[in-house]
């Protein structure tokens, strides 16, 4: 009798498994997807030349980069405290400043990445970035309300 509900168990397990492998392969494509369209629109928003697009791609991706793993890691600690069986207060204190500072942390990938944007892309173009992402920001919200 144990025997079998072993073998559906670890039959279940392993369908548990997949399934959340499988998740997580279409998140991170759906990811890269958002990335590649932000990218063609900040390029065409910003009226990015040719000249510029190698380096301005490399940079967007590697400061994209860095945000999502920013995101993810806070992501991480709110998970991990939330699904604890009894967080201390001290647990909920971490996550909770963790949360807090990232904006600043956003902000200051944010600056390092604007030096390296100053010295390809112009003033205008610069000035424009912001507007851009929010624009983007709106654009991408709006079609969440369509779905």
């Known amino acids: 009798m144990k025997r079998p509900i072993l073998l559906l168990l670890s039959i279940l397990i392993s369908m548990a498994a997949a399934v959340a492998q499988h998740n997580d392969a279409r998140h991170r494509q759906w990811l890269k997807e958002m990335q590649q369209a932000k990218l063609e629109y900040f390029i065409k928003e910003l009226g990015i030349t040719a000249e510029q697009k190698a380096q301005f791609s490399r940079t967007f991706s590697d400061m994209e ?72 920001m709106k654009k991408v919200m709006e079609s969440r309300k369509k779905k």
Not at 79 to 100: C, G, M
Not at 106 to 117: N, Q, S, T
């Open 65 to 136: 980069t860095e945000m999502g793993t920013l995101r993810e890691n806070i992501g991480s600690l709110r998970r991990t405290v939330r699904d604890k069986a009894n967080p201390t207060d001290l647990d909920y204190e971490k996550a909770a400043e963790a949360q807090f500072e990232q904006s600043q942390r956003e902000g200051a990938i944010m600056l390092k990445y604007y030096a390296k944007y100053k010295t390809f892309l112009t003033k205008k173009q610069l000035f424009d970035y912001q507007r851009v992402e929010h624009r983007w």
